[in-house]
């Protein structure tokens, strides 16, 4: 196994998470700030994710990228939400309150153990549900199902499965059904 640096395997965690890596140093808005690394996620989790160092950063060296990230996310109008992580010997209190000021703080440490990493990083990364036993999930789906009398709301049901667009189209169908039915009565006499 090779020895990586604490910021590579944040790195390689939150590009597993679709997170993309971005070129150092950060540019935002025409603002140059340096920083150990920084991610942007994609929706639902549009987090800018800075990474700092306390090896290579001083604590007021950390405030000041945060800030100056904070700062050009509000000149440019972003909403998107700021997340600090933190490797490397963890900061004092003091330090960490005044960077949750600007960010949310995520102090991870050395991230040598990779179960402990994802636990710190668990917020940034996408939750794993268990999979639902087959036979259990369709006898909770017949059971929902045989409930249903009303045939519309049954074909609707049935056509989720084959997605957003199929059931958009036949809703969109249904409610214009009455109105083409007028147009064709009215056309006939």
């Known amino acids: 196994m090779t020895d990586t640096t604490p910021i590579e395997r944040v790195a390689e965690l939150l ?3 679709d997170f993309r890596r971005l070129p150092i140093p950060l540019s935002i808005g025409g603002l140059q700030i340096d920083a150990a690394a920084a991610f942007v996620g994609e929706p639902p ?3 800018l994710v800075v990474v700092g160092d306390t090896l290579d950063q ?3 060296r950390l405030q000041q990228t945060v800030e100056g990230v ?12 700021l997340t600090l992580v933190v490797v490397g010997p963890r900061p004092e209190s003091s330090t960490l309150t005044r960077l949750s000021r600007h960010a949310r703080v995520l102090p991870v440490g050395d991230a040598s153990d990779q179960s402990s990493l994802e636990n710190r990083l668990a917020v ?3 939750l794993d549900l268990p999979k639902l036993q087959e ?7 017949d059971k929902l199902f045989l409930g249903i009398k009303d045939p519309i709301e049954r074909e609707l049901i ?4 084959k ?6 189209s036949r809703l969109a169908a249904l409610v214009d059904e009455p109105f083409v039915q007028i147009e064709d009565s009215g056309a006939k006499q």
């Open 135 to 141: 036979s259990r999930a369709d006898a909770a789906f």
């Open 124 to 126: 940034l990364l996408p």
């Open 158 to 161: 049935e056509l989720s499965h």
């Open 45 to 47: 989790c549009p987090d």
């Open 58 to 60: 001083t604590p007021a």
């Open 70 to 81: 904070g700062r050009a996310l509000d000149m440019m109008g972003s909403r998107r939400p």
């Open 163 to 168: 997605g957003e667009a199929a059931v958009s």
């Open 15 to 17: 590009s597993k998470a």
